[in-house]
């Protein structure tokens, strides 16, 4: 049996400054302060609060002020959020909310005077603490990323912005966190890059880390200017699998595992290591701050500071199929969620079952009414939706690719392993019909049936899907030792995807868009730079990693173990 040489642990390797744990926090920001009178410690939503205040207030003790306190009522920031947050269980609207809008201003005028009139230090602990602080305070940041804040809220640890939702359903406290908080969070932040003096690692309870501003752009530099990979991270599913338990060597005790997220920067982290320590930070600090050289200019000009490209893992290897869902158009994510650009899809098969299958368009000729009317009548229980009499099931092997344009009935069956090239909304899934099968909560999962309906294009049938949906491959360059071809995806899709087969080195061009890619077959691979602008980088079997577009020239050979072999790569980028 092969053994397991994914990385999970990805870093960028930095020298600068690094202290631990927060008596050494502390004494080095009072040495630091100087003169000053005011140190503000802000804080994206999801850090313990608590552990911070407590730390704090031992060294501070009568002089922290928490910024929870200068916020408006609960009940009138409900009221400011909730045409944002909606009726629905999962689905809410994009705020245009700022921080400034949870600030209650006689409070924080209150809280000013006193600022100013305090003879000693004061501490302002909390999300907005630099905004209450005078402009000349010591501001520092404590930054979460949205994946370990999911963590949190499926324990119910952590509470919202201005808000305490802890015993709410996690899909709801996910739901404000999705179109509202971190929005509001990340825009507040993005205002803070040039303030913030020193940056706290609490995504580890208990043992922070701290690192300066120089340490930090050291490593926005270093990661911006080199292949990088996020830290890839792993969830169950009520479909979960086996396979990347063995290839990504997970918990074996875990009962399954479906999910892998390795290329959604908006909810990933990176890890510096300083002086080789780790320390985490969310990877939409980089899209944030360096979103020209990271996405390309006319990326970026497209889509602003939103990573487009998703890659993630469905394992279903001795697991079950998906549900049978449906993406929404342009338009009608755009109308019901305030959201750009759609969740538009494609299955890679990185490898399958003897009886793998994909659930793909409807089949020709199908009775629109009748389908709709069985997945409602399914719905109340009334029957077993027979999937099969609508939707084309179609086997698949290794190496198939499937392109789901917004619109598309579809679903990974069980026995699969697939890799979703995507565009990066994730969220938007209208399930039809879920198998008779609950989900990891032991209820059943939302249906949206007549969102689906909406929004299903029937013009996808057999004929459609097997002239343009699937496996679209096309020889467009080939040279000693390499083939590379076109995959998709479909051209109502912004991505394009190229699929290179080599024994020997590839010239790579990212073309003024970000590239993402992944070793499909191979031990391991190595990424080189034609002019030395980088270190080489070696990515090993499964793993995904990303050309920043300023890169612009790179090189991929097999590499080590794989040295003269065929190794297969498929990279994404976006097209225009
Ligand atoms: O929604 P379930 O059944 O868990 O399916 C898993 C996932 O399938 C993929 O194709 C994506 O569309 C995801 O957005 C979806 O959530």
């Excluded at 004494?27 to 850090?47: F, H, I, P, Q």
């Excluded at 959020?81 to 994009?94: A, I, K, S």
């Excluded at 690192?211 to 830290?231: C, L, M, Q, S, Y």
Aim: proline share 4%.
């Amino acid at each position: 049996m092969r053994k397991a040489n994914y990385g999970k642990f990805p870093s960028t390797k930095l020298t600068g400054m690094l202290v631990q744990g927060w008596d050494s926090i502390i004494s080095m920001l009072k040495e630091k302060m100087d003169a000053r009178k005011v140190l503000a410690v802000d804080l994206y939503t999801g850090v313990y609060e608590e552990e911070v205040l407590d730390a704090f207030s031992k060294e501070f003790s009568g002089r922290v002020m928490n910024v929870r306190d200068l916020m408006k009522p609960e009940k009138e920031i409900q009221t400011l959020t909730e045409r944002f947050m909606t009726e629905d269980v999962l689905f809410g609207y994009v705020t245009n909310l700022k921080l400034e809008d949870y600030l209650d201003a006689d409070k924080v005028a209150v809280a000013r005077k006193q600022i100013s009139e305090a003879k000693e230090t004061i501490v302002i602990i909390g999300t907005g603490a630099a905004v209450v602080a005078p402009q000349d305070a010591m501001v520092v940041y404590a930054d979460m990323a949205r994946w370990e804040i999911q963590q949190r809220f499926r324990r119910h640890e952590v509470k919202a912005l201005g808000i305490d939702n802890r015993n709410d359903a996690v899909s709801l406290q996910y739901k404000r966190g999705y179109f509202n908080d971190w929005r509001v969070c990340d825009r507040y932040k993005e205002g803070l890059f040039d303030r913030v003096e020193f940056w706290i690692d609490t995504h580890v309870a208990g043992t922070p880390k701290m690192i300066d501003k120089d340490t930090f752009f050291k490593g926005v530099e270093a990661t911006v200017n080199t292949p990088f990979r996020v830290v890839p991270f792993f969830d169950p599913a009520p479909w979960g699998g086996q396979w990347m338990k063995e290839v990504c060597d997970l918990d074996r005790e875990r009962e399954n595992f479906g999910w892998c997220f390795d290329c959604v920067p908006e909810e990933n982290s990176l890890y510096f290591e300083v002086n080789g320590v780790r320390f985490e930070l969310p990877s939409v600090d980089l899209v944030l701050l360096k979103s020209k050289e990271l996405l390309g200019e006319p990326v970026e000009a497209r889509f602003g500071k939103d990573f487009p490209i998703r890659f993630d893992f469905l394992d279903t290897m001795g697991g079950g199929n998906l549900s049978l869902q449906v993406h929404p158009t342009t338009q009608f994510i755009r109308d019901s969620f305030g959201m750009y650009y759609t969740q538009d899809e494609s299955y890679y098969m990185v490898d399958a079952g003897e009886d793998a299958v994909v659930y793909l368009g409807v089949k020709t000729g199908v009775d629109k009414e009748a389908m709709i009317g069985d997945l409602r009548k399914a719905q109340k229980g009334e029957l077993v939706f027979d999937a099969e009499k609508y939707v084309n099931k179609i086997p698949t092997k290794k190496h198939d690719h499937f392109l789901i344009p917004g619109g598309t009935v579809h679903c990974s069956g069980a026995n699969s392993m697939v890799l979703e090239i995507s565009s990066t909304p994730n969220l938007f899934t209208f399930k039809l019909w879920d198998w008779q099968r609950l989900g990891l909560d032991g209820k059943p999962r939302p249906i949206n049936v007549e969102r689906g309906k909406c929004v299903i294009n029937w013009n996808r049938d057999t004929e459609y899907v097997n002239e343009h949906l699937r496996n679209q491959f096309k020889e467009v360059a080939s040279g000693e030792g390499w083939i590379e071809e076109r995959t998709g995806l479909h051209p109502n899709e912004f991505i394009e995807t190229r699929r290179h087969r080599f024994s020997s080195p590839v010239l790579h061009h990212t073309n003024d868009s970000v590239n993402v890619l992944n070793l499909l077959e191979g031990e391991e691979a190595v990424v080189e730079s034609p002019t030395h602008a980088f270190e080489p980088f070696v990515v090993h079997y499964a793993e995904t990693f990303i050309i920043p577009a300023g890169v612009k020239e790179y090189t991929i050979a097999p590499y080590g173990k794989s040295a003269g072999k065929e190794c297969v790569t498929i990279k994404a980028y976006v097209r225009f």
